[in-house]
């Protein structure tokens, strides 16, 4: 037993220690109404025996997952109460989120966008979901992860108080390109 788990050690060391650095490319928050996207894209450097899915989760063990893509006014009062995260990244694990493709993501939010309960506020998802596409309409090839709020309990502790209460949806995407060595965070919020 103790060989094994020094195994994973080891092999957790290897995975930190090779992916050597985010560095954050750009910034965009778009709202409408109530609604919104924070979305920030990160240049990386990760060997190549390195999956996506390994780089997703190290990423989101990052301060640029933890601070650095938080919304502006997060960070320039981050006493004011604004909200946060839905989700407590130290519980949640890559296995949590859904793993697809562009048609995917694009089905997903998609179909979320003509659910039967929406109300003068489709308009604005139907907005944020046009800029969302514009965005990615001229990649190729991405793998993308989603993870909603609606998909847990809500006495998950994987939901964070009081913001998984507040929020009527919300999603985080990340998505890597390994072509251009990009990955982005998106955040879905609507309070």
Excluded at 80 to 103: H, Q, V
Excluded at 111 to 120: H, K, L, Q, T, V
Aim: net charge negative; proline share 2%.
């Amino acid at each position: 037993m103790e060989r094994r788990n020094a195994k994973r050690t080891t092999f957790k060391t290897v995975i930190a220690i090779s992916m050597k650095t985010f560095e954050t490319k750009r910034h965009i928050e778009i709202d409408e109404n109530y609604q919104g996207i924070n979305l920030t894209e990160f240049g990386f450097a990760a060997d190549k025996h390195l999956d996506n899915d390994q780089i997703v989760d190290t990423f989101i063990r990052t301060k640029h997952f933890s601070y650095v893509s938080l919304r502006d006014c997060i960070k320039k009062e981050p006493d004011k109460g604004f909200l946060r995260r839905a989700f407590d990244i130290d519980k949640i694990k890559i296995s949590d989120f859904k793993k697809t493709d562009k048609e995917g993501i694009s089905k997903i939010l998609t179909d979320f966008s003509n659910e039967p309960d929406w109300g003068d506020d489709r308009d604005d998802f139907a907005k944020l979901l046009d800029r969302y596409f514009e965005i990615y309409r001229e990649i190729a090839y991405n793998e993308f992860y989603i993870l909603s709020k609606d998909w847990f309990d809500k006495d998950d502790e994987r939901l964070i108080e009081p913001e998984s209460w507040c929020y009527t949806y919300y999603f985080l995407i990340i998505s890597v390109d390994r072509n251009s060595k990009t990955l982005t965070l998106t955040e879905w919020t609507y309070d």
